[in-house]
């Protein structure tokens, strides 16, 4: 199986300022198509997870610039310019290249 | 709109089975596939496995193998998940997901499943 692990926070993050999470998977999410197999999800307090990233970089439908998300084959960077209390949540990375479909861990963004 | 309704919360014993279901309406239900994922109390995702509404075919996570019957019915635009055996392992939330394509866009709210005596 794929392992997906994800870096911490140094909660609580100041209003306003940028955080990044960090995710690294246990082999390569880069498909001979050119395709990065690397989504990410916010799930707020108490709510369903919610699509924010695919394709490690594309945004999904609705979801604002202030995120954006990087990498390479094996190590992947989601990025929140100019965090607001709306951002409160755990994050998760998820690998889509193969079965079984494995998460990370989640990393948890508490706002000051 | 998509939308993914699930059943309520269930209350089961120990060693019993509960089915849950996830019902699906603002697509054509047959044209995606869709997953169940589980996650415990306080803790992260973990998927369970797919199915494709239009055939049947089916997809599961080893360690759900033996736990989880994924089901879809096409009459009633409506996905299914058995799981059996219960213990207080399998107190949990599930959650239906639709996949387009290679990424979950929409969820259902989630079934709350406490197993207990």
């Known amino acids: 199986d794929i392992v997906m692990t994800q870096g911490a926070l140094p909660n609580p993050v100041p209003s306003g300022e940028s955080a990044s999470i960090t995710c690294q998977s246990s082999?390569?999410?880069?498909?001979?198509?050119?395709?990065?197999?690397l989504n990410w999800y916010l799930q707020r307090p108490g709510q369903s997870p919610q699509l924010l990233i695919y394709?490690?970089?594309t945004r999904a439908s609705g979801v604002s610039d202030r995120f954006s998300g990087s990498g390479s084959g094996t190590d992947f960077t989601l990025k929140i310019s100019s965090v607001e209390a709306e951002d409160v949540g755990v994050y998760y990375c998820?690998?889509?290249?193969?079965?079984?479909?494995?998460f990370g861990s989640g990393t948890k963004l508490e706002i000051k | 709109e998509v939308l993914l309704q699930q059943s309520g919360a269930e209350l089961v014993r120990p060693g019993s089975s509960v089915k849950i279901s996830c019902k699906a309406s603002?697509?054509?239900?047959?044209?995606?596939?869709m997953h169940w994922v589980k996650q415990r109390p306080e803790q992260g995702l973990v998927w369970i496995g797919r199915?494709?509404?239009?055939?049947?075919?089916?997809v599961y996570a080893e360690k759900f193998k033996s736990k989880a019957t994924l089901t879809a019915d096409k009459s009633s635009n409506t996905a299914y998940m058995q799981l059996s055996s219960l213990t207080s392992e399998d107190t949990a939330t599930y959650f239906c997901?639709?996949?387009?394509?290679?990424?979950?866009?929409?969820w259902g709210q989630g079934v709350m499943v406490t197993v207990s005596s």
């Open positions: 199915i494709n509404p239009a055939n049947g075919n089916t």
């Open positions: 998820q690998q889509f290249l193969e079965y079984p479909l494995t």
């Open positions: 394709w490690m970089s």
């Open positions: 603002g697509y054509t239900f047959t044209d995606y596939y």
């Open positions: 997901t639709r996949i387009d394509y290679s990424y979950f866009d929409y």
């Open positions: 082999k390569s999410l880069l498909h001979s198509n050119g395709k990065t197999y």
